[in-house]
């Protein structure tokens, strides 16, 4: 796809699956971006990539500096009724490394565009609220704070809120 802030980014391969596995375990261990507590085994990292290779309106992106996985970001369905069809969740997760060095902004850019090729209505963005960042991140796309879920979540022994951005896409009407 191309190079973005010194990163190269590009739809992933099976191959990249260890470097999304290394950073996503280690937003379980570190962070409050996910919710899972534990980390994932291989096994699960492995389901995951099937159910998004097997569905082109769910592709995955990764930024690669310097020859490996520094970021991923991937669009899923936010419900599985069918009546959601034109309704993406977006997700990204960037190497702590990397933090604040426009890895976020260049794979949130695939995602939004692959949402608007996909046909897509509606990008969800449900962020736990106090990532400042992210929010940040996505308002600088469009998006907009649509509500905020108080006490939903618990982690590191203490409750969690989450605010739901969306942004609206031409789509289906």
């Known amino acids: 796809m191309g190079l973005s802030a ?13 470097g999304i596995h290394r950073i996503y375990n280690d937003a379980i261990l570190t962070g409050t971006a996910t919710w899972d507590e ?36 991937y669009l899923s369905w936010y419900r599985q009724k069918s009546g959601y069809r034109f309704t993406r969740e977006d997700t990204i997760y960037v190497d702590p490394a990397v933090h604040r060095m426009g890895a976020g902004r260049a794979l949130l850019a695939p995602v939004v565009a692959a949402a608007r090729d996909l ?30 879920l108080h006490e939903v979540g618990f982690k590191f022994g203490r409750w969690l809120d989450s605010t739901t951005m969306e942004l609206l896409l031409p789509g289906p009407r």
């Open 6 to 18: 010194n990163f190269e980014i590009r739809p992933a391969r099976e191959a990249d699956l260890p």
């Open 38 to 73: 534990a980390p994932w085994p291989f096994s699960r990292r492995e389901l995951w990539w099937n159910d998004h290779v097997t569905d082109a309106t769910t592709p995955v992106f990764v930024a690669i500096r310097a020859g490996a996985v520094v970021g991923f970001s």
């Open 119 to 148: 046909g897509m209505r509606n990008v969800l963005a449900i962020i736990e609220s106090s990532n400042v960042a992210s929010i940040e991140l996505h308002r600088g796309f469009g998006f907009q704070p649509v509500g905020t």
